[in-house]
């Protein structure tokens, strides 16, 4: 028997594609598997992505989260187990929760810009619609105030955020670019993908982000919290400081 062709993850190319078609590959129960994905799986920190799959019928299908499969290369979609799933080789329409998305989206670029405002090592994160955190190794004491003026100031300049691949050799002889003490990038593949906003911050992330920092809007630090004699944790949401 083949193996099963890898899920293509469209996401990665394409993070503002609400809508795409697609062809179910696989049913397990509440799992549907579809060749090709705009839908985020849950990993770094970013949850998994919400919608519906359309049959040709009408038929709608909810997808309440997207997950890895056992293979990383499989993108899980999770329906409600109770109501029927889509046929094996039918064809779907598959539509982002967009609204939701798109917050994760600048969310996830904020957290990117905050590591670059605080020079220290990342020891966990995690991101929503609403918030996002990113917990630090660092023993100095961190200015709720200072930190949120200059992110603030960051996201203002509204500088350019760009998606590209660098070689496993590249991401070897500059192991400064990996921020995050707990979690490596994978490797071995040839090539790592990583996000470059412009001279600011390049590092590896297999996350969806937005185009521009302008885009992200005005963000409040709504505290900062000893979590360890060398852990802060900074806690972020959207609005407007003033």
């Not at 470059?196 to 920092?213: N, S, Y």
Request: charge should be negative.
């Amino acid at each position: 028997m083949h193996p099963m062709p890898p899920t293509e993850p469209l996401f990665r190319a394409e993070p503002y594609a609400r809508t795409c078609e697609a062809q179910v590959s696989a049913v397990d129960g509440d799992a549907v598997r579809l060749d090709r994905t705009i839908f985020y799986p849950a990993g770094g920190g970013q949850p998994g992505d919400t919608g519906i799959l359309r049959a040709d019928d009408g038929t709608e299908f909810a997808v309440r989260d997207t997950r890895k499969g056992t293979n990383a290369d499989d993108i899980l979609h999770l329906i409600d187990p109770d109501s029927p799933a889509p046929a094996p080789r039918s064809r779907v329409v598959a539509e982002l929760d967009w609204e939701r998305r798109y917050r994760h989206m600048r969310m996830h670029t904020c957290l990117h810009l905050l590591s670059a405002v605080i020079d220290a090592p990342v020891t966990g994160g995690q991101l929503s619609a609403d918030k996002g955190r990113l917990d630090f190794d660092v023993d100095r004491k961190l200015e709720k105030l200072a930190v949120q003026d200059e992110l603030n100031a960051l996201i203002a300049r509204d500088l350019p955020v760009a998606a590209r691949w660098i070689s496993d050799e590249a991401l070897a002889v500059q192991p400064e670019l990996v921020k995050t003490m707990r979690v490596k990038p994978p490797t071995g593949q040839g090539r790592v993908r990583v996000i470059d906003v412009e001279d600011i911050d390049l590092q590896p992330c297999g996350g969806t982000h937005v185009a521009r920092t302008g885009e992200i809007g005005p963000v409040i630090v709504r505290k900062i919290e000893n979590k360890g004699r060398h852990n802060r944790r900074v806690t972020l949401t959207f609005g407007d400081p003033s």
